[in-house]
Every structure is written in structure tokens, then in C-alpha cells.
């Protein structure tokens, strides 16, 4: 079975950086594709961003692509989200979530497409 935990979040000022990892326990983690959500308070989950199992295909938001990266490293379990030029309203608890790869590559932006997901991690953005 997949479990994650996620980890890296924190408070940052507009515009800084910041890196969340998460990590598997799981020992066939390559088979299953990686995603990130956010869920703001009061508001209902959205994806971010996610990585196929072979790191050939990524897939962003638009609200933040060109400022957030994600990676994977099968080798280490580990999905990693860079996230730069931050904005308050990237203020959410950020979860990772994760699916087989045998279903291929459609509706990564959906939340209901993924099986496993971790406790999430806040990130605080102030103006």
C-alpha cells in the first residue's frame, strides 16, 4: 500500500520560496503517478500539479505554472513541489496524492482520480 506524508511547509513572505517533499512508504512507487492539491479554508481542493511515474510528463495549473516545479526521485520515494514567486493566495494546506500509472494520463487535475493521499502541510503566504 502507498502512504505519504507530506512535509516543507511553513510561513513566507510574498514572492519568497518555498519546497515541500513527500515522501513514500510504499516499495512500488515508480507505478503510480504523483499529484499536488491545495485546499484554501472555506474552499474546496484544486490541483497544483502532477508527475508521471517515468518524470516525462508534467502537468501544471495555470495559476502556477512557470512558478511552481514538480519532481519525483522513484529512487529516494520522494515527489517534491518547488514553489516560487508565492502569492498569499497560495495560502492552503498542500497535499500529495497518488494513482497507478496504468491509468494512464488523463484528468490528473481531478482529485477523485487519486486513491492515496497524505495529512497535507501548511503553507501561509502574507502580503
Known amino acids: 500500500q502507498e502512504q505519504l506524508v507530506e512535509s516543507g511547509g511553513g510561513l513566507v513572505q510574498a514572492g519568497g520560496s518555498l519546497r515541500l517533499s513527500c515522501a513514500a512508504s510504499?516499495?512500488?512507487?515508480?507505478?503510480?503517478?504523483l499529484g499536488w492539491f491545495r485546499q484554501a479554508s472555506g474552499k474546496e481542493r484544486e490541483f497544483v500539479a502532477a508527475?508521471?511515474?517515468?518524470?516525462?510528463?508534467?502537468y501544471y495549473a495555470d495559476s502556477v505554472k512557470g512558478r511552481f516545479t514538480i519532481s519525483r526521485n522513484n529512487a529516494k520515494n520522494t515527489v517534491y513541489l518547488q514553489m516560487n514567486s508565492l502569492k498569499p493566495e497560495a495560502t492552503a494546506v498542500y497535499y500529495c496524492?497518488?494513482?497507478?500509472?496504468?491509468?494512464?494520463?488523463?484528468?490528473?487535475?481531478?482529485?477523485?482520480?487519486?486513491?492515496?493521499w497524505g495529512q497535507g502541510t501548511q503553507v501561509t503566504v502574507s502580503s
Open positions: 508527475i508521471s511515474w517515468n518524470v516525462i510528463s508534467t
Open positions: 496524492a497518488s494513482r497507478p500509472s496504468s491509468r494512464g494520463l488523463s484528468n490528473t487535475h481531478s482529485s477523485y482520480t487519486y486513491d492515496y
Open positions: 510504499g516499495r512500488t512507487f515508480s507505478i503510480y503517478t
